[in-house]
């Protein structure tokens, strides 16, 4: 979706947690970036180290 300026306006869907909603983002840039975490951080605005992170615990929830 694009706003009257010509900016990139995202849809937030209905009905997600903050989590979900993360994950997804995170997901999303990755796939932009082909895999490349340094780039995905940087879009993101976070630290490599903070998206490992993230990635990490989201793995380790999927395993429990």
Do not use: C, F, W, Y
Not at 10 to 23: K, Y
């Amino acid at each position: 979706v694009t706003d009257s300026g010509g900016a990139n306006q995202a849809r937030i869907p209905t009905g997600m947690t903050l989590e979900e909603l993360e994950r997804q983002a995170i997901d999303q840039t990755l796939e932009q970036h082909d895999g490349n975490r340094t780039r995905a951080a940087e879009e993101l605005g976070i630290s490599v180290r903070t998206l490992q992170r993230r990635l990490k615990n989201e793995n380790e929830t999927q395993s429990t």
